[in-house]
């Protein structure tokens, strides 16, 4: 049985409608992100499952247990605040030890007990500190260990990093995923960042305008995506708006062969292709180059296709340029590479 079921949730705010007929699984042990643009409904469904709102529809159990009606204390679960919420005026200590003295476990258990947690997020040392002498990545630190001090079996962390400049973020991905393999607690992250939601979670739901477009671990979402939506909010991608004839996609810039046949003959669609699936070959469609940029590990090429649509198109800096601005360009696009929309 999963850890987290959650069945056909709905939540309305008097006009807005911030989750409409959601459902997922969490396993045991896993990481899981929920990834979506700002307003799409994340914290609303974390404080639904944290019991800190009531949903108007739907069923949320934790661990086989139907949950509604259960204050946030009884359940098994743990949140962890976007802005942290750290007691200012307690020491680092006091504030890991909140939960477990509202357990009412002895003193000598919570010693260990917060020792443990700190040495487990390396902030051994700064245990008298209060958070206002605290950096950034410290303050978070300090969040996670009093998050986890009272052993929950689901952590849910709303945007743990949205407040740690970039290159702590890489570093802090790291460590959360570090801890939550030595734990095995079942983690829920969310995220408006699809590169941290790729770069952490096993699997990721990507929510639009309160419902879920699609579940799936990264790369299925990055090579498969269900939608429109989760096409352009994940990764990069080009799209091409054409025709289906004679089991082709036709376009402006020429045909390619569809890649599904159940599309319907003389339906507009939309043609969706990463940038690293697209090949410069003698023999495809020609193009004019408009720029090439280094990127590190990658080039990244400008191509102006002749009915004026552009698309993006990586090649592995090994592979060299091959092109230059202002050269003809002949492009390919294999069948499997795209999907229509
Ligand atoms: P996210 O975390 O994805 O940014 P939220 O869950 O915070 O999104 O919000 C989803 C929608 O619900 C938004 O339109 C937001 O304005 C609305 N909303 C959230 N909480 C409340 C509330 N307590 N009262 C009224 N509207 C709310
Ligand atoms: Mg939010």
Redesign the pocket.
């Known amino acids: 049985a999963p850890l987290l079921s959650i069945q056909g949730v709905s939540k309305r ?1 008097s006009a ?1 409608t ?1 989750l409409d007929d959601v459902s997922l699984e969490v396993g045991k042990g896993e990481f899981f992100a929920l990834l ?1 643009p ?7 469904l974390m404080r639904l499952v944290a019991g800190l709102e009531t949903p108007d529809a739907g069923r949320i159990e934790i661990a086989g247990v139907d949950m509604s009606g259960a204050p946030p204390h009884r359940r098994p679960v743990n949140l962890m605040f976007q802005s942290y919420a750290l007691f200012p005026h307690l020491s680092v200590f006091e504030n890991v030890a909140f939960g477990l003295r509202r357990q009412g476990k002895d003193k000598g258990v919570i010693r260990a007990r917060v020792a443990e947690l700190l040495d487990m997020v390396k902030l051994a040392g700064v245990e008298k500190r209060r958070p206002d002498q605290l950096s950034g990545g410290q303050k978070q630190r300090v969040a996670l260990a009093r998050a986890l001090a009272p052993g929950p079996r689901l952590l849910l962390l709303d945007e743990p990093l949205g407040a740690l400049d970039r290159q702590l973020r890489e570093e802090t991905q790291f460590q959360l995923k570090e801890i939550q393999r030595k734990l095995k607690t079942s983690f829920v992250v969310v995220t408006h960042d699809q590169d941290e939601a790729m770069a952490m979670a096993d699997r990721i739901a990507v929510m639009r305008a309160g419902r879920i477009e699609q579940i799936g671990a990264p790369a299925e979402v990055y090579e498969r995506p269900a939608t429109r939506f989760v096409a352009s909010f994940i990764g990069e991608m080009n799209f091409l708006s054409g025709r289906i004839a004679g089991e082709a996609f036709v376009g402006a810039f020429g045909r390619l062969p569809a890649p599904r046949s159940e599309l319907r003959e003389g339906a507009k669609v939309v043609l969706a292709v990463r940038p690293e699936r697209i090949a410069l070959s003698p023999d495809g469609v020609e193009g004019i180059v408009e720029d090439v940029a280094f990127r590190g590990s990658a080039i990244h090429i400008r191509l102006r296709l002749s009915g004026g649509e552009i698309l993006r198109i990586s090649r592995s800096a090994n592979d060299g340029p091959g092109v230059a601005i202002g050269d003809a360009a002949c492009v390919t696009i294999a069948p499997e590479a795209a999907r229509l929309f």
Do not use: N, P, R
């Open positions: 705010f807005v911030a979506g700002s307003g799409c409904g994340k914290t609303t």
